[in-house]
């Protein structure tokens, strides 16, 4: 069975952020099967019983949410200037588990955004080596040419790393208002990546959707809207 750090659960837990619950653990008030523990460190399993001021606590069930994002809400928890975010949205119907995005889309960038209260599976999906693949729907400044659209393919440079290669789908044209839409995936999750490919080839984006996360789109969904991920579904991100 797989040991975790006390200050994890109690923050998986909802008592506290990480930080608070190691003051929390200072304090002596947490007991680990009836002894106070005040050493930072101590690893606890699923048999331990963790009561913090003689309450004892409960993991949160995990639970996954797929979300069409919105144009003007903040990918995150909490927003300093008190922005409406992602979860805001999804506690304003109810929520109530300490679920995070998994990964981030602008503020004006639209569509698919998964969130979870899994540590494990979110750092897994995140992390640039499982290489998630993502699909972008672009409209752009201007009608991009054949040249522009090979240069894409085979990889900008952006701020000193060279994007990888992708196949970029020129879906329309609107001559009268000069812009084009452009579909893109990839699997990448450098700060404004679509956004800064396109501009490197002289395209600025006009607006910016994700129609798909992994095997997962927004069929069903409009914006502002959720469902939960189907058992079958989690698994298969696991299994990415
Ligand atoms: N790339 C961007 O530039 N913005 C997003 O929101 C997502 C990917």
Redesign the pocket.
Known sequence: MKKERLQKVMAEAGIASRRQSEKIIAAGRVQVNGQVVRQQGVKVGTSDEIRVDGVPIEKEQAEYYLLDKPRGVI?SAHDDKGRRTVVDILQEAGVSARIYPIG???Y??TGALLLTNDGALANKLMHPRFEVD?T?VAKLKGIISNEEMKTIRQGVEIDGHRTQETHPRLEAVDHDKHTCIVRLT?HE?????????FAAVGHP?LK?H?EQYAFLNLHGLTPGQFRKLRTAEVDALRQL
């Open positions: 990918s981030r889309l602008d004006d960038t993502k972008y990839i999750g450098h700060y404004h990546e679509v956004k800064r490919i984006v910016l994700r």
